[in-house]
């Protein structure tokens, strides 16, 4: 297996050499955020949506650090770290944004540091996955709904525990509830149901991450004429709807085969994928 290399503040080193010390602020308490994309013939995939929800978490969380929102600035080492790392066809990116400095609870600096890392994705190109995922609702622990729910932090118990939960029961995925046990996202996607001819997605105001391919899908079905509505869930629908699927960024679209006795179909999920392959062309144009 080939040496893996990251990038850290700029400074390209091999993946298992000691990048952080004890006292980073990301290791003792989350402190940052993170986007995770997809890369493929020089391009990073929805770049600016990319870039706007990190500023907005940037902004919250009042890291500092320009060069980080600068497209040519992350198009440029993404494609370095690709070629050093002798990757082809698609990736993966993950870009992690931490507080530099020290200090406890109250940081002595907002300058933000960052680590970049790409690894290779099997598929090119977004695919409908073949068999069709089985879920579940995790239970034990909800999310809480406020101003921090939407971002994706390096604190991520919650998703830790729920994908634990998920091992153990032998599933595809699982599903989040909010605070209120009504429906918020998967583990790593948001979640879009088709019922009564209307597609549904939690609202931003149920908790649930400002994904990225959630913005695409719901720009896609605008132009395919489909009403997408975004509410408050009772998790109840699964029990009711002719399809759920879910979405990111890096796997685009996967549809759900079953929750409990109840299955489900892929017409829509088909559909939109259609609409998301044509409108990334557009996009990257």
């Not at 297996?1 to 010390?21: F, H, R, T, W």
């Not at 944004?97 to 540091?113: D, H, I, W």
Request: glycine share 8%.
């Amino acid at each position: 297996m080939l040496d893996q290399y990251i990038n850290i503040n700029g400074q390209i080193i091999g993946a298992k050499e000691p990048a952080v010390s004890i006292s980073n602020r990301s290791f003792r308490f989350g402190d940052g955020v993170f986007e995770t994309m997809r890369f493929k013939a020089g391009q990073i995939h929805f770049l600016p949506y990319h870039l706007e929800r990190l500023a907005k978490g940037m902004q919250l969380l009042q890291l500092e650090n320009p060069s980080l929102l600068n497209t040519q600035f992350i198009q440029d080492r993404v494609a370095q770290l690709f070629a050093k790392n002798k990757l082809t066809g698609s990736a993966r990116v993950r870009l992690q944004v931490y507080r530099e400095g020290g200090g406890l609870y109250s940081p002595e600096t907002n300058e933000a540091g960052f680590v970049l890392e790409v690894s290779q994705l099997g598929q090119e190109d977004y695919t409908l996955n073949k068999t069709g995922l089985l879920i579940d609702i995790f239970h034990a622990h909800k999310k809480h709904v406020d101003a921090l729910s939407n971002l994706k932090t390096n604190n991520a118990l919650l998703y830790v525990l729920a994908g634990a939960q998920r091992k153990k029961a032998g599933l595809d995925d699982i599903l989040i509830l909010n605070q209120e046990d009504f429906l918020c996202e998967a583990l790593s996607s948001n979640i879009f149901i088709y019922f009564d001819r209307k597609l549904y997605t939690p609202a931003m105001s149920e908790g649930c991450v400002a994904g990225v391919m959630r913005r695409v899908v719901i720009d896609v079905c605008q132009k395919l004429d489909m009403e997408v509505i975004e509410a408050q869930i009772n998790p109840l629908i699964l029990h009711e709807a002719d399809e759920l699927f879910l979405t990111n960024a890096v796997n685009g679209i996967h549809w759900v085969m079953g929750y409990n006795r109840k299955r489900y179909f892929n017409h829509i999920a088909q559909k939109v994928l259609q609409g998301v392959r044509a409108y990334e062309r557009v996009f990257s144009l």
